[in-house]
Structures are given as C-alpha cells and as structure tokens.
C-alpha cells in the first residue's frame, strides 16, 4: 500500500527559484500514489517549464484561466473540485500577498479562491529570501492566510539562492511529502507531548573501543514518524544510528546508557506518553581508560569488570508523573524465546501499562516485525508487517488508551 494511494493533489507552482524542487516533489507524490494535477503561474514557467511538469505528472499543465481546452472553459472551478488538497510549492511572498488578498486576475489564485473551503484544504509551502520572510507585510499575509483557513508549511533555514543565509528556504521535497502524508494522518495524539528512546546505546571501554548491540533505531524512529503524524509534539532520545531524523521531530542524540536517562529524565517531566524503545546496555564497563588499552606482548587479555547500567523505563515509570497517570508509559522487549510469558513478566517487573513484545534476533536491523501488546486486560497480536504500518497502528493502540 502507497501512502497516497487514491489521493489526488493539485500542485501550485508560484514564480520562485525554488520551483525547481518542484519537479522532484510531483515525483515522489506520483511515486506515492497520488495524482498530481500541476498548475504554474505565468512567473513559475520562467524557473522550471511546464513541459517538466507535464512529463512528470504525466498531465497536461495549466498556466491560464483563458485555456481553452476545458468544455465549459472554467478550469478554476473544474481542477478545484475533484482535488483532495492542494498544495502550492513553492508559494512566493507575492503569492501569499494575492492570497491574503482574495486576488483572482490568474488562474492559481483564481482556482485557490473559487475551492470550496470546507472540503478542499489549500496547503502553503513558502519560499522566499530572508528579508522578504522577515518583513512584516509577509507576516502579517502568512498569519491572515492561515486565519482564512490554509495550512501554512515550515520554511528551511540555510543558504538561499541570493547567497544569502536565514529563514524562507522551501522545506525539501521529502519534508514537503511527509508534511502531505502527515496532513492525511488522523490526529489522535492531538495535544500530546511523546517522548521516545530508540538505537542502542554505546558503553566506552577506552576511547576507541566499546560495546553496543545490534539495534538499528528503526521500530523507535518509525513510531516517533507515526505521533507526529498523529498530531503530537514529539522528542526523540536517539542512541547512536545513522538514521535520518524525522521531519518536525526534535532529536536529541547520545551514545551512553547514563546519558540517556540524563536527558530522557527530565524531558519525562514535560511529557504524556514515554515510548521506550532503545535496546539498552545493561551493563558498562566498570571503569573506562581514559587511554587506549594496549597489547603489551604478555598474551594476557585484560580483565573488564560490569556494573549495571540504570533501567531508564523503571525510573521514569516510578516518576509521580507516571504513577499519578500524567505519563502513559510504553516498554519494548526484546525477546529470543516465551514471548509472551518474558513481555508478560517484564510488563509487571517494570510497572508499565503497556508493553510491546518482539523477537529480538528476528527484527534488529529488518524494515519489519511484528509485535505482541500486553496490558492488564491481555494480550492482542499485530501480525507481520512493515516497521512504518507497525508504528501507525500502535499509535493507534496507545491513543485509545489514553484518559
Ligand atoms: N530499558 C531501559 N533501560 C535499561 C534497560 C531497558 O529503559 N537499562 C527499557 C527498554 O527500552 C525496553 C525495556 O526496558 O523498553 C525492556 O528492555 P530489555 O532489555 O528487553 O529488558 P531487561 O530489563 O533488560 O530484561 P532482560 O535482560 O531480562 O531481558
């Protein structure tokens, strides 16, 4: 199943540099799923042609309200009707402006106008240079556009096309088709602050060595995807992985078992549900040489001592905040064998509502699993499938359970 199957998108190009990401955003929406109809001002056919377009969305492009190959000759009212969204990328300052304004003298703020508000979402990826996105004229029309209804998208921050470098770049073309998946998304943790830990953690035994395991951040980074699709503010504690962040999460990144609950201790404070992902050591070595350790030609091997590493769940499930249900905490185990009697037993052993039962040796590194949830009243399976529909349905799961 493609993310957008069945959705089809109007795509807006205003006149703006960034309208050559333009082509790669139809892309990865067709690549999705959706039909992709495009529409371009007459100042977007200088930066990119309609012909890029056109082969892209494999569509004719339309440009003016005076094209004549619509029947009843109002392509305004015809390309609006039908759309599940539109989404106008990039959408320039002066776009904003003729939104702002109700303006209709050409086809792309014509057709923005004339949608029926109720039912076809119009959504705004701005693109502009810093001080255009600065000034008060483009606030004041990006905040009266969002008060009319529209959904006005994020900007990048960076080096712009002008060599300059701020706030107003358009979000690329990946961030822009997670922010269309996202809109789709229903938003069952509207208002809820997720905090998640995911990757495994990393214990030094000198400055070149250490032991880990085999945890890739996967399950972790799909379910902090799936909130904040979902509609909530999401922190993700984030061992070390090479995986990319989320688009609108904040991450934050450490390497050792103690530094994550330094970091994920006080972030509980602040959050309603605690999802703790991460495969964490239990053990790090007793001391860590502040040089490398070396061969000395004995043939002897040097003796590493353990100790154990806190337990980040049962600390932060202990928290009054959780015990007073401020804090809906969510365990993974990791299991070889006995799933269900192992994620039964740690369920009570750590004192958490919820716990999400997998086979360990079976999911590390893989794109899917499959979990078993336990809670008080029982058990329930979510069958095999791929880690991003996993996530999506255990939001689900831990939205129904919350007060
Ligand atoms: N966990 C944690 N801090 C630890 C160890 C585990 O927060 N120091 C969390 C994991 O993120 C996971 C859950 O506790 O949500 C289960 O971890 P697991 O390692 O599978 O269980 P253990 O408590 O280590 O039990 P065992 O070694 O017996 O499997």
């Known amino acids: 199943m493609k993310e957008l199957d069945g959705k089809h998108i109007v795509l807006g190009l205003s006149g703006g540099i960034a309208c050559y990401k333009s082509a790669e955003l139809c892309r990865l929406l067709i690549k999705q799923g959706a039909s992709v109809q495009v529409v371009m001002t007459e100042a977007a056919a200088q930066f990119i042609t309609p012909v890029t377009m056109q082969a892209l969305?494999?569509?004719?492009?339309?440009?003016?309200?005076?094209?004549?190959?619509?029947?009843?000759?109002?392509?305004?009212?015809?390309?609006?009707?039908?759309?599940?969204?539109?989404?106008?990328?990039?959408?320039?300052?002066?776009?904003?402006?003729?939104?702002?304004?109700?303006?209709?003298?050409?086809?792309?703020?014509?057709?923005?106008?004339?949608r029926p508000a109720d039912r076809v979402p119009l959504l705004l990826a701005p693109a502009m240079n810093r001080e255009m996105w600065a000034h008060p004229a483009t606030?004041?029309?990006?905040?009266?556009?969002?008060?009319?209804?529209?959904?006005?998208?994020?900007?990048?921050?960076?080096?712009?096309?002008?060599?300059?470098?701020?706030?107003?770049?358009?979000?690329?073309?990946?961030?822009?088709?997670?922010?269309?998946?996202?809109?789709?998304?229903?938003?069952?943790?509207?208002?809820?602050?997720?905090?998640?830990?995911?990757?495994?953690?990393?214990e030094s035994i000198d400055p070149v060595r250490g032991i880990t395991n085999h945890s890739s951040g996967k399950m972790g980074f799909a379910i902090a995807r799936a909130a904040r699709e979902a509609g909530a503010e999401v922190t993700l504690v984030a061992g070390p992985v090479h995986l990319p962040t989320p688009h609108g999460v904040r991450r934050v990144n450490v390497r050792s078992a103690q530094e994550m609950l330094a970091v994920t201790e006080p972030q509980a404070q602040d959050a309603t549900v605690f999802i703790a992902t991460a495969a964490v050591a239990d053990w790090r070595p007793a001391?860590?040489?502040?040089?490398?350790?070396?061969?000395?030609?004995?043939?002897?091997?040097?003796?590493?001592?353990?100790?154990?590493?806190?337990?980040i769940l049962a600390t932060v499930a202990q928290s009054e905040r959780a015990r007073s249900g401020q804090l809906f905490c969510v365990g993974f185990a990791a299991e070889s064998h006995d799933l269900l009697a192992h994620a039964s037993a740690k369920r009570e052993r750590k004192g958490v509502p919820l716990l999400v039962g997998n086979i360990g040796p079976a999911t590390f590194g893989q794109d899917d699993n499959a979990l078993l949830l336990v809670d008080a009243?029982?058990?329930?399976?979510?069958?095999?499938?791929?880690?991003?529909v996993l996530a999506r349905q255990l939001v689900a799961e831990i939205a129904r359970r919350l007060p």
């Open 287 to 311: 001391t860590q040489s502040e040089q490398k350790i070396k061969k000395d030609g004995s043939g002897q091997t040097p003796v590493l001592g353990f100790v154990e590493n806190p337990d």
């Open 377 to 388: 009243q029982g058990h329930r399976e979510l069958p095999h499938a791929s880690k991003r």
């Open 57 to 114: 969305s494999n569509r004719p492009v339309y440009g003016s309200q005076w094209d004549a190959r619509e029947p009843n000759h109002m392509p305004h009212i015809n390309l609006s009707r039908g759309a599940d969204a539109i989404l106008i990328a990039p959408c320039s300052a002066d776009f904003f402006a003729r939104l702002a304004q109700g303006r209709a003298d050409e086809l792309l703020s014509l057709l923005c106008l004339a």
């Open 139 to 202: 606030q004041r029309n990006l905040a009266q556009v969002a008060q009319d209804g529209a959904v006005v998208l994020g900007v990048g921050h960076g080096d712009q096309a002008c060599g300059e470098t701020g706030d107003g770049r358009m979000l690329e073309p990946a961030e822009l088709l997670e922010e269309v998946i996202a809109f789709f998304t229903p938003k069952l943790l509207a208002g809820q602050r997720v905090l998640v830990t995911a990757g495994p953690t990393f």
